[in-house]
């Protein structure tokens, strides 16, 4: 009760810090117990935890005693798997040295250990109250719509890619990519050497004959009951649910024409998609389907190119939603406090 009435004389202040590829993005807000009553966003020119964002996150969490600081992980060594089963654990990856967490009773995921020690040590002037997954801010972003048919939804950040399968809820195949270390790989990027050409698990098209189609899934937590868009002619159908228009909106207006880096970059994550969605088909630790939809999170901006690889070369329907990612952490943190 005493506690309640100290959260009722203060706002509540929440830091989310986004690590970029060269930089890294504050976002704070404000909150009183009606709502966001101020926010504000500054771009530090490090990866690292500088005098700078010390200061910039002081000027507010002196404010109050209740903050709370949040930060979306970008470790390598994480992902997630389609059990919260400890005993199938290892059958998808061995998290012995891993952090784990399971989502609505149906997937889990991980991070490395030392990858969350790092953090914590990395931040420790300010501490860190949440380290968000990425695969949790794309299934909350996307709420809306993973509880439709199956879909892979993408997560693009400044230097990462960080893809999963969800069906009715659940999720079934994830992964996440670091864009310049899959982009000097040779089993990422396109080679004209017959070796690759061999291996490249959808340059013959897939075979929906060995693609399993699994049974109807029960028991899963209901997200939502928006139906899933395959179309732009059913718009008129669902004109009532503005976030859907807005993303139809969006997926015109964000998408930009690209230069020469731009190009590089996006052709870079088409590439890392298609071979994740081939890993997906092939890898028979997944109940594979095929994938029609794909839908983006966009938080950097990409251009028209991977709007027209992922159409033309994939058949693929796309879909692009931009996000601010610091206002994503700040809604996540807010939940976890619910």
Known sequence: ???????????????????KRSSTDVYIELCSKNGVIESEQNSFDTQFLSGEIIDFVDSFTK????????????????GAFPTCSKSRFSYFYDVSAS???????????YTSKTDIYEIEKRYQKIGVDFIFSPFTLLSNFFQDKITASIAMYVLMQDG???LAVFESGTLLYAEHLDIEISGESEDVLLSHDESHEEEDPLEDGIDLEDIDVIDDMEDLDDFGDIEDLDSLEEIDEFSEHKDIEEELYEAE?????????DFNEDYQRFMLIKTALGHFYKDDK?????????YIAD????????????EEEMYLNVYIRHTELGIELSSLAKLELN
């Open 63 to 78: 404010e109050s005693p209740y903050y709370y600081i949040s930060i979306l992980d970008i470790s390598s060594e994480q």
């Open 299 to 310: 938080g950097v901006g990409v251009s028209n190119d991977l709007k027209h690889y992922l």
């Open 99 to 109: 952090e784990h967490k399971c989502v609505n009773d149906a997937w889990t995921f």
């Open 286 to 294: 997944y109940e594979s389907q095929f994938i029609e939809n794909i």
């Open 160 to 162: 990462f890619v960080s």
């Open 253 to 261: 207006e964000q998408i930009v024409n690209s230069d020469d880096n």
């Open 1 to 19: 009760m005493l506690t309640k009435l100290f959260e009722a004389l203060y706002n509540k202040v929440f830091v989310n810090i986004v690590v």
